[in-house]
């Protein structure tokens, strides 16, 4: 499978999928004028990826993979997919695979900040809270 | 209403118009040194309500075609906090859900708000809608106040809906 690069927009964030070497990257703002169309063909591949590692290993004790999130807004819509593509992810995760979630935030009042937490819960991943430096 | 107007338009809304009067506010924010944590929250707020605002109106605009009711959006500045305010039709039958929406929104204690919009949002993660139905609660979330609603009578289909809500810098 081929690695997936989307340049940011003004208004939708940056996606690096590094399948090679297991990195997930979404970086920016997130609030794109048609949220589905954009996170379709995203989340296409990330369940083409993880069914396709299923269908491959069995057993994902010593697996790795990267997730980082570093997003300085995002719409309610977008909160949606990126939950989705987490569920994926956790797939993985449930079969033994350690799932690095890291999340960066500005400030702690910062709304990005409890967005992370939320997203956490709602996933049951704990996720690396990063103040952005 | 008292206050100053620092962002308004009247008319339909899109994904465009959106990005114009976000820049509007935020030329106001630069030019009187408003701190960034409380930009985004109004961000926030004003960015939900006129993605709701122009979603719902684009899915009624057959019922509209011969109405003279346009969607209004506003910003108004009082002493250190900010109201914003959005309108818009909507038919009578949609309103009844949405009221009871808000009621329940308008009901939960700041712990029970956190919860609800969790659930909601693992209840929505696989919903055919481009929104999973959190924006509103999202709304109430950030800016940790009630929301302020009405609905007027336009005819025996629709009505004219406003929300109003207050943010403030703490």
């Known amino acids: 499978m081929e690695n997936l690069f989307i340049e940011p927009t ?11 070497d297991r990195k997930f990257e979404l970086v920016g703002i997130s609030r794109p004028e048609d949220v589905i169309a954009f996170y379709e063909s995203i989340i296409y591949k990330v369940e083409n990826y993880i069914n396709g590692m299923i269908n491959e290993h069995g ?12 997003l300085s ?18 797939q993985l995760f449930k079969k033994g695979a350690e799932i690095n979630v ?23 991943i704990p996720f690396n809270l990063i103040p952005r430096k | 209403m008292s206050g100053n107007v620092i962002v308004q338009y009247k ?19 630069e030019k ?33 075609k011969y109405e003279n009711f346009e969607p209004e959006f506003k910003i108004v500045n009082s002493d ?24 329940k929104i308008n009901d939960f204690s700041r712990e029970d708000l956190k919860t609800n919009y969790k659930d909601t949002l693992k209840e929505g993660m696989y919903i055919k809608n481009a929104n999973s ?25 629709l009505l004219y809906y406003t929300i109003e809500i207050l943010v403030a810098p703490k």
């Not at chain 2, 008319?11 to 924010?29: C, E, I, R, T």
């Not at chain 2, 709304?139 to 005819?155: D, E, G, L, M, Q």
């Open chain 2, 11 to 29: 008319g339909f809304f899109d994904y465009g118009l959106l990005n114009k009067l976000l820049m509007d506010f935020m030329k106001y924010v």
């Open chain 2, 80 to 103: 250190l906090d900010f109201k914003v305010i959005a309108s818009n039709p909507i038919l009578t039958n949609d309103a009844y859900q949405l009221k009871a929406h808000i009621d």
């Open chain 2, 133 to 157: 139905g959190t924006g509103l609660i999202r709304i109430a979330k950030v800016s940790k106040n009630k929301i302020n609603y009405s609905f007027r009578k336009i005819n025996n289909k």
């Open chain 1, 59 to 70: 057993d994902f004790n010593g697996f790795k993979f990267h997730l980082k999130f570093d």
């Open chain 1, 102 to 124: 890291d999340w960066y935030y500005d400030d702690i009042d910062d709304q990005i900040f409890e967005d992370g937490e939320d997203l956490s819960d709602v996933i049951k």
């Open chain 1, 73 to 90: 807004y995002m719409n309610s819509a977008s909160s949606k997919y990126i939950l989705q593509i987490l569920d994926h992810f956790k």
């Open chain 1, 10 to 20: 003004e208004f939708s964030p940056k996606i690096i999928f590094d399948v090679k």
């Open chain 2, 32 to 64: 009187n040194n408003i701190d960034s944590y409380f930009f985004k929250k109004v961000q926030i707020v004003m960015v939900e309500m006129l993605e709701n605002n122009y979603q719902y109106t684009h899915l009624i605009e057959d019922e509209l």
